[in-house]
């Protein structure tokens, strides 16, 4: 099964490529969903006056019929694609579960086993630093 994958960051909620431990990797992705209720457009994040994202905003709006959907109901009920490499076993695989975070050590984290080895393999959410705002991590 080959997963579909982003042709632009538009398309996504959650964008991440990481390296895990020494030799692992994992790049997830989060696909947006279409309006529960017009079943149109997708949900987006609201926008302001000037058209700019409002990045923080607690729901996610329907730009079509303006229904609004509080963020983390809308989040928990998509699903994250993962293409990654065991740290482990250096098995390469794909995965779909569901997009949500647990906290796990006092960090939002998503995580998934690998198909060979069954291993805890962790995409944690990455906390800005104060110093640098490079966050690597699109949460759009």
């Not at 990045?55 to 963020?71: F, H, L, M, Q, W």
């Not at 482990?88 to 960090?107: A, D, L, N, Q, V």
Request: include cysteine; aromatic fraction near 8%.
């Amino acid at each position: 099964m080959a997963l579909k994958k982003p042709e632009s960051m538009d398309e996504c909620v959650y964008f991440t490529q990481r390296s895990i431990g020494e030799s692992g990797f994992a790049m997830a992705w989060v696909f947006r969903q279409p309006c529960p209720q017009c079943k149109k457009s997708p949900m987006g994040k609201p926008k302001d006056k000037k058209g700019k994202v409002m990045i923080r905003a607690k729901e996610y709006k329907c730009p079509n019929c303006g229904n609004t959907v509080e963020k983390k109901e809308y989040e928990e009920s998509l699903t994250a694609s993962i293409e990654y490499t065991c740290p482990g076993c250096k098995f390469s695989g794909e995965k779909e579960i569901p997009f949500k975070r647990k906290k796990i050590e006092g960090t939002e984290t998503l995580r998934f086993q690998c198909d060979k080895c069954k291993a805890n393999i962790d995409i944690t959410k990455k906390m800005k630093d104060k110093k640098n705002k490079d966050s690597g991590d699109a949460d759009l």
